[in-house]
């Protein structure tokens, strides 16, 4: 499974982004597609993630009501929205992509957001 993620920057406080990251070859039916973030010196941690049976879906205490994150009917898209932007939300942003059958990750390139105060 390739993942290619998009949508990172800049933007002001209070502004908003759209990060995706499409999955292609051997896609699975049943998986996890997901966001993490990761800053200097700290782990990595989960933003949202959403499954591909049911769409449900799991946040960060951080995020909740100004982050969703989607997927598209094919459900080899996984797109977060992010509104309402805090420059704590500054990192790297990395999309994982589950193999629930296997329990094996696969993660996207990252893409850096950047939100100034």
């Known amino acids: 499974v390739q993942l290619q993620a998009s949508g990172g920057g800049v933007v002001q406080a209070g502004g908003s982004l759209r990060l995706s990251c499409a999955a292609s070859?051997?896609?699975?039916?049943?998986?996890?597609m997901g966001w993490y973030r990761q800053v200097p010196g700290k782990q990595r941690e989960l933003v949202g993630d959403i499954t591909s049976i049911g769409g449900s879906t799991d946040y960060a205490d951080s995020v909740k009501g100004r982050f969703t994150i989607s997927r598209d009917n094919a459900k080899t898209t996984v797109y977060l929205q992010m509104n309402s932007l805090r420059p704590e939300d500054t990192g790297v942003y990395y999309c994982?992509?589950?193999?629930?059958?296997?329990?094996?990750?696969?993660w996207g390139q990252g893409t850096l957001v950047t939100v100034s105060s």
């Open positions: 994982r992509y589950r193999v629930i059958r296997f329990g094996h990750d696969y």
């Open positions: 070859g051997g896609i699975f039916s049943t998986n996890v």
